[in-house]
């Protein structure tokens, strides 16, 4: 990543940080990604609340998540097989990462629904709804 990062003339640094309590200002971002992660948040909802706070009013957040199929056959197995999931990986793959990005206070740009209805490929805008 080093050597891209040098190419593109780009400074990078990587942290490790806790999602719930990110220890950047305020509208530090232009751009803030999250893949396959608030299913394995403790708080799904705080860190997507965080992710809206870094990012600058004019910014976006692009989610690339997975939950709860719109086929109702694979989704009734999803909510059955809940609890197993939880237990060998920590992961709740039957939410609903739109809703969670909701409650969070984001506006939804565009969500697009992939592989069996259980990817979701959000574009959100930190502006409150409402």
């Given at each position: 990543?080093?050597?891209?990062s040098?190419?593109?003339?780009?400074?990078?640094?990587?942290?490790?940080?806790?999602?719930?309590?990110?220890?950047?200002?305020?509208?530090?971002?232009?751009?803030?990604?999250?893949?396959?992660?608030t299913?394995?948040?403790?708080?799904p909802?705080?860190?997507?609340?965080?992710?809206?706070?870094?990012?600058?009013?004019?910014?976006?957040?692009?989610?690339?998540?997975?939950?709860?199929?719109?086929?109702e056959?694979?989704g009734?197995?999803q909510?059955?097989?809940?609890?197993?999931?939880?237990?060998?990986?920590?992961?709740?793959?039957n939410?609903?990462?739109?809703?969670?990005a909701?409650?969070?206070?984001?506006?939804i740009?565009?969500?697009?629904?992939?592989?069996?209805?259980?990817f979701?490929?959000?574009?959100?805008?930190?502006?409150?709804?409402?």
């Amino acid at each position: 990543m080093e050597d891209l990062s040098r190419q593109l003339g780009r400074e990078v640094r990587f942290r490790e940080a806790d999602a719930e309590h990110l220890e950047f200002a305020d509208a530090s971002f232009d751009t803030v990604i999250s893949s396959l992660s608030t299913c394995s948040f403790m708080d799904p909802i705080a860190a997507l609340k965080e992710m809206r706070r870094v990012v600058k009013p004019d910014g976006q957040i692009l989610l690339i998540e997975h939950g709860r199929s719109n086929l109702e056959w694979l989704g009734s197995y999803q909510d059955k097989h809940r609890n197993e999931m939880v237990e060998q990986g920590g992961c709740r793959w039957n939410q609903e990462p739109t809703e969670l990005a909701q409650k969070a206070g984001m506006k939804i740009i565009s969500d697009r629904r992939t592989l069996l209805g259980i990817f979701h490929s959000i574009q959100a805008s930190p502006a409150k709804i409402g």
